[in-house]
């Protein structure tokens, strides 16, 4: 008796390992999106304006969401490069098929324009 209770918890022990193993193996890796120098058209560009100043014009790479919140921001310009790219505004995230690779849209630049608070990177 004292034999299948230890074979039991050699089996519950194995399987317990097992499936953290694997647990740590499969979990998906973080996005990391970030601010690159701009130069390769393989990159997303964004012009953005603000009430106090403007334009500013950034590059991203690597997939994620960047957070333009904090001022009172509008959308330009954007050049999607190799990337199918969203953008958050007026609460919900635009367009609702995300814009394709080697995309670019210009939009009419007013103040509060095109409210832009996040874009992403898909």
Same mark, same amino acid.
């Given at each position: 008796?004292?034999? @299948?209770?230890?074979?039991? =918890? &050699? =089996?519950? *022990? /194995?399987?317990?390992?097992? !499936?953290?193993? &694997?647990? =740590?193996?499969? *979990?998906?890796?973080?996005?990391?999106?970030?601010?690159?120098?701009?130069?390769?058209?393989?990159?997303?560009? %964004?012009?953005?304006? /603000? !009430?106090?100043?403007?334009? #500013?014009?950034?590059? &991203?790479?690597?997939?994620? /969401?960047?957070?333009? !919140?904090?001022?009172?921001?509008?959308?330009?310009? @954007?050049?999607?490069?190799?990337? $199918?790219?969203?953008? #958050?505004?007026?609460?919900?995230?635009?367009? =609702? !098929?995300? @814009?394709? $690779?080697?995309?670019? #849209? /210009?939009?009419?630049?007013?103040?509060?324009?095109?409210?832009?608070?996040? %874009?992403? @990177?898909?």
């Amino acid at each position: 008796m004292k034999q @299948i209770a230890k074979r039991a =918890a &050699l =089996a519950a *022990t /194995t399987t317990l390992a097992l !499936t953290a193993s &694997l647990t =740590a193996v499969s *979990t998906t890796q973080a996005f990391a999106i970030n601010t690159v120098p701009c130069g390769s058209s393989d990159f997303l560009q %964004i012009t953005v304006h /603000t !009430t106090d100043t403007g334009p #500013y014009d950034w590059c &991203l790479a690597n997939a994620g /969401t960047w957070d333009l !919140t904090g001022s009172h921001t509008w959308l330009h310009r @954007i050049s999607t490069g190799n990337n $199918r790219v969203q953008w #958050y505004g007026d609460g919900r995230w635009q367009p =609702a !098929t995300p @814009i394709d $690779r080697n995309t670019v #849209y /210009t939009f009419p630049n007013n103040p509060g324009g095109v409210r832009i608070d996040q %874009i992403r @990177i898909l």
